[in-house]
């Protein structure tokens, strides 16, 4: 702002009444603009001390208590209104941008970061089923994870959430099923999966279709929370694997069940917040039953949905991006109509978000790349009114997911190339990248080691005569040779006893006696009619009847044999018992 200079009461005493009372009035406005700029931070200047000014009781009192600094100019009179940063350099003054950090992932976009409460790591998921885990603290310059690992096999991660305490991440992909890990990386539990065939989703166990977002409680690390496309929200206890703890269905204008796409808790735990598919946002309480929303919002977003809604610090003001293109602020104690709505923000992943600055003041999201637009941008906005401060082009790829950590006020950003980056300050910033950003890259250590001389001499003894390097080939072809070597399995012993408890090759069980006896038998190349076999022991039997013939010898009729026939006796007899129809037929 200008600085206004009016004359000297003291060097002028002959001036006109009405000047000075109008140099007066101007004089107590300038007072006034100026309080309100350092209420609210906008801009400081050592010209008056505020504390004597809001204790003085009158006029008299209050010119004292300014610090009256003329310079070389004798005509001014009354305070210097000089504001030292226009109102959008202080804000960038809360921007920690001066360094960055790339961490590579891969070729794929990024869909999910999280970092802790404390600000010692970082999580990392997208859409090639990855999950890549930093360690600030441990970490050098060269920014590499200490842990990577596919914990949903094909599907793709949409979500990632460290609890409070910092010692689990829940993990929301593509599935039906959310999972929980330590900081490790191993299991903890995976949420069962609800019954597709049933339509009140509150009579199944878990989710019937795939999940959207998901989070922690704030204040309770044994609470989170999920939603999915099956139109409910649900809240689990992790004591409790078998089913959720509590359900919310959320509803459109008609009463048919919508698909929420994000969900978020306030800052206090006490409402659950719902972006849904059809445009409206719902607000439910979590300290009463989940059956009707205590705030509702219908047509918040135009078509497409809402991608993400975020509560501020101070429990107040909603965000919500959509993917309308659009970012609207809304107060929760009026809920009927927006504060404030900026356009323009194209968005094409369902996963986009806003998010608030530590100080309560910014509101930051990202930008999609449109066809015939290059760069991907960080837009930051002031909450109050939604002015655009500043558009930073951060990279030729989508801004996914944005990320300002109120503890460790460091800015992380994803992007659809597959590479996540990190902005801070040193003199701004605590812990998190500072701890790593200026360690060397760890070399590693070659080691000591000894060489053994190889000595050739072509006239020593065969005992200690060395082997000249040969070929691979030829070398595995004498391995081949050497039973040991090549693992040739033991062959069968002859004979007809074992020895060391091995049988020998037939073996001395039942089975391999058949086998040796009769199977193995070559069948005899004759053919012996059965009943000629027979009749050649006839003669014996009845000269020396031995087995049957004894017991019934009185008895026993004669046996009669049928006598041996030729074929054409045979066709004659099949030609006198063919049936009658058939002999006719041959007949005709």
């Known amino acids: 702002m200008a600085s206004y200079n009016f004359k000297s009461r003291e060097s002028d005493d002959d001036e006109d009444d009405d000047h000075i009372e109008q140099a007066k009035q101007k004089s107590a406005e300038f007072r006034k603009l100026y309080l309100e700029e350092l209420k609210s931070s906008r801009g400081k200047t050592t010209i008056y001390k505020p504390e004597q000014v809001e204790e003085a009781e009158s006029e008299d009192e209050e010119d004292k208590a300014y610090d009256l600094e003329i310079g070389e100019d004798e005509d001014q009179i009354g305070p210097s209104v000089d504001f030292q940063q226009p109102v959008e350099d202080s804000f960038n003054s809360l921007l920690p941008m001066t360094n960055e950090a790339v961490f590579t992932h891969g070729s794929k976009p990024l869909s999910a970061i999280s970092v802790d409460a404390n600000g010692n790591r970082m999580a990392i998921g997208g859409y090639d089923y990855e999950i890549k885990l930093y360690d600030?603290?441990?970490?050098?310059?060269?920014?590499?994870?200490?842990?990577?690992?596919?914990?949903?096999?094909?599907?793709?991660?949409?979500?990632?959430?460290?609890?409070?305490?910092?010692?689990?991440?829940?993990?929301?992909?593509g599935s039906a099923q959310a999972k929980i890990v330590d900081r490790e990386g191993k299991n903890v539990l995976e949420c069962v999966r609800g019954d597709q065939y049933i339509v009140d989703m509150a009579k199944t166990?878990?989710?019937?279709?795939?999940?959207?977002?998901?989070?922690?409680?704030?204040?309770?690390?044994?609470e989170y929370m999920t939603c999915s496309i099956d139109g409910s929200v649900r809240i689990w206890d992790v004591n409790d694997r078998r089913k959720n703890k509590r359900i919310i269905k959320t509803k459109n204008a008609q009463g048919k069940k919508t698909e929420p796409n994000s969900c978020a808790y306030s800052r206090d735990g006490n409402y659950v917040v719902c972006g849904c598919e059809d445009g409206s946002i719902q607000l439910f309480d979590h300290r009463k039953q989940f059956i009707n929303p205590c705030l509702l919002g219908r047509v918040c977003h135009m078509s497409g949905g809402i991608s993400n809604v975020e509560v501020s610090f101070d429990s107040k003001i909603l965000a919500s991006r959509g993917m309308d293109d659009t970012l609207k602020t809304w107060d929760l104690r009026n809920f009927k109509q927006c504060l404030a709505s900026a356009g323009e923000l194209y968005n094409r992943f369902?996963?986009?978000?806003?998010?608030?600055?530590?100080?309560?003041?910014?509101?930051?999201?990202?930008?999609?790349?449109?066809?015939g637009v290059e760069n991907g941008k960080l837009v930051v906005f002031e909450k109050e009114g939604l002015k655009k401060i500043d558009e930073l082009i951060v990279s030729d790829s989508s801004i996914i997911r944005t990320l300002w950590h109120p503890k460790i006020n460091q800015i992380f950003l994803t992007a659809g190339n597959g590479v996540a980056k990190a902005y801070y300050d040193m003199e701004k910033s605590l812990k998190g990248l500072t701890l790593c950003a200026m360690k060397p890259v760890k070399r590693?250590?070659?080691?000591?080691?000894?060489?053994?001389?190889?000595?050739?001499?072509?006239?020593?003894?065969?005992?200690?005569?060395?082997?000249?390097?040969?070929?691979?080939?030829?070398?595995?072809?004498?391995?081949?040779?050497?039973?040991?070597?090549?693992?040739?399995?033991?062959?069968?012993?002859?004979?007809?006893?074992?020895?060391?408890?091995?049988?020998?090759?037939?073996?001395?069980?039942?089975?391999?006696?058949?086998?040796?006896?009769?199977?193995?038998?070559?069948?005899?190349?004759?053919?012996?009619?059965?009943?000629?076999?027979?009749?050649?022991?006839?003669?014996?039997?009845?000269?020396?009847?031995?087995?049957?013939?004894?017991?019934?010898?009185?008895?026993?009729?004669?046996p009669i044999f049928q006598p041996i026939t030729d074929d054409k006796d045979k066709n004659e007899e099949e030609e006198e018992f063919k049936i009658p129809w058939k002999k006719q037929k041959q007949d005709e």
């Open 205 to 222: 166990k878990g989710h019937c279709g795939m999940l959207n977002d998901g989070c922690w409680h704030p204040k309770f690390n044994y």
């Open 444 to 558: 590693k250590s070659v080691g000591t080691f000894a060489v053994e001389p190889q000595v050739f001499n072509p006239h020593a003894l065969p005992m200690y005569k060395q082997e000249r390097a040969r070929k691979l080939s030829s070398i595995r072809a004498k391995e081949r040779k050497d039973p040991v070597k090549s693992h040739r399995p033991e062959l069968p012993l002859t004979g007809s006893t074992g020895a060391g408890g091995r049988l020998a090759s037939h073996g001395s069980t039942l089975s391999s006696y058949i086998v040796r006896n009769i199977a193995l038998q070559k069948v005899s190349q004759v053919k012996e009619d059965p009943r000629e076999a027979l009749l050649k022991h006839a003669a014996a039997a009845e000269k020396d009847p031995y087995w049957i013939a004894p017991a019934y010898k009185k008895t026993q009729p004669e």
């Open 350 to 371: 369902p996963m986009t978000n806003c998010q608030f600055s530590p100080s309560d003041k910014l509101i930051i999201t990202g930008t999609s790349t449109r066809p």
């Open 136 to 173: 600030f603290s441990g970490m050098d310059a060269s920014l590499r994870s200490y842990r990577t690992f596919k914990p949903c096999e094909s599907h793709h991660i949409k979500s990632l959430s460290f609890n409070l305490a910092g010692d689990a991440i829940l993990i929301i992909p």
